[in-house]
């Protein structure tokens, strides 16, 4: 009698051992899952892009806009298509200022949407650079 009972109690403790260990299984694959799911989420929630319209002619404007752009600080890479005049920004967080960017770009001779550069940074290009100048949208000038 005594001997079934531990038996019983045996199977039913293994039971219980074997209910906790797979219960343990899928906590942990829960919380991996959980993890993943939202370190994934916060990978792709820092950084974002922008299309800017930035004025220019060649390769020289190229690196030219480019290298301003990237000077700007949370700003990770800067791509300018010359025959489109998309200036591709790339930050590293979502708060990314991207005034700052028409504003370098602008400092370094280039009109933006946004931005108009000065005359005087205008006229500093190389003669290829000097864009054709009748951008509707750029009409602020800043003075530096
Ligand atoms: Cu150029």
Redesign the pocket.
């Given at each position: 009698m005594t001997d079934i009972l531990y038996k019983a109690y045996n199977i039913t403790y293994l039971l219980i051992l074997f209910i906790i260990k797979n219960m343990k299984k899928k906590i942990i694959l829960l919380v991996a899952v959980l993890i993943a799911g939202s370190s994934a989420s916060f990978a792709t929630g820092t950084g974002k892009t922008e299309k800017l319209k930035v004025y220019?002619?060649?390769g020289?404007?190229e690196a030219r806009i480019e290298k301003a752009a990237k000077s700007v600080d949370g700003i990770v890479s800067a791509e300018w298509d010359k025959k489109t005049g998309l200036l591709e920004v790339k930050s590293r967080n979502s708060n990314a200022d991207y005034q700052k960017v028409h504003l370098a770009v602008a400092v370094a001779g280039h009109d933006t949407d946004k931005q108009k550069a000065t005359d005087d940074a205008y006229n500093k290009l190389?003669s290829?650079?000097k864009y054709d100048r009748k951008s509707e949208a750029a009409k602020i000038i800043i003075q530096k």
């Open positions: 220019g002619n060649c020289m404007c190389h290829c650079c």
